[in-house]
């Protein structure tokens, strides 16, 4: 039982994360050079930018359709919050690894060169990654059964879509 509490949350936000990049890719198609920011929960998402109910509901619900019809790539964004933590976490490790058993500033002096090339690598692997984790950790673009009951213009640049399973 504790443990469906603490599953379902997190099943419907990687739903919404998915049908969030979506609407956004859908959004940029439609408006090229939009800048757009969003943030999925476990009820539906929020988009902020110059944006209206209109556009965002009519471009909801093609991001749905095509989701639902099996164009799971809509799923992945580029600019998702993901790519930016993959990104940073993995050359920290590295650098924390290459670091790692040194005492004396001399030892740190010393692996200054490996450090280099450690951050170096880290960001191109985090760079490989985030797509990767996006698909299989942060978004589920199978949106079986989900409409969207309710878009709101909160503020002049913030509409909230709520859904439901």
Known sequence: MLKTKIAAPLILTRKNHAL????IHVLSKKNPGIKLAGHSNPTGFILIGKINTEQVLESALEALSRLQK???ALAIHPGCGTNLAIAGLVPS???LISM???TSDKQRRGRFSVLFVSILAGFFIGGKLGPIAQKNITTDPDLSGLRITEVDQITENICRIKTSF
């Not at 969030?20 to 609407?23: F, P, W, Y």
């Open 20 to 23: 969030e990049h979506a609407t």
């Open 70 to 72: 099996g164009e799971s």
């Open 93 to 95: 490790i590295f650098a």
């Open 100 to 102: 790692s058993g040194t």
